[in-house]
């Protein structure tokens, strides 16, 4: 098993920036990559960008490129998503999401491991 904690979120204007984190604990060894999912009220969940945990090879959702950043630090387990020029429609639950083998990075169905997500507002 692998848990995933999420934090960083929280109330931001319109414009501002945020860093979200995600620690990982347990089989670690078994990831191979990583990706931040949102989710707002009413919508289904949204790819935002992975991470190939030994090689790091980025992916992002085409509306993401530009203004969110992934990063890992595999000796502390940690998956960073780093949000600038926020808009209100950023407003979501992020989700950290761990996957055990490769694949379409952008499904749910890839991911096996789900943190509990952090809530991101933007306020305009």
């Known amino acids: 098993q692998v848990q995933l904690v999420e934090s960083g979120g929280g109330l931001v204007q319109a414009g501002g920036s945020l860093r979200l984190s995600c620690a990982a604990s347990?089989?670690?060894?078994?990831?191979?990559?990583m990706g931040w999912f949102r989710q707002a009220p009413g919508k289904e969940r949204e790819f935002v960008a992975a991470?190939?945990?030994?090689?790091?090879?980025?992916y992002y959702a085409d509306s993401m490129k530009g203004r969110f950043t992934i990063s890992r630090d595999n000796a502390k387990n940690l998956v960073y998503l780093q949000m600038n020029s926020l808009i209100a429609e950023d407003t979501a639950v992020y989700y950290c999401?761990?996957?055990?083998?490769?694949?379409?990075?952008?499904?749910?169905?890839?991911?096996?491991?789900w943190g509990q997500g952090t809530q991101v507002t933007v306020s305009s």
């Open positions: 991470i190939t945990w030994s090689t790091g090879r980025i």
């Open positions: 999401a761990a996957a055990r083998y490769s694949g379409r990075y952008d499904y749910t169905e890839s991911y096996a491991y």
């Open positions: 347990g089989r670690t060894f078994s990831i191979y990559a």
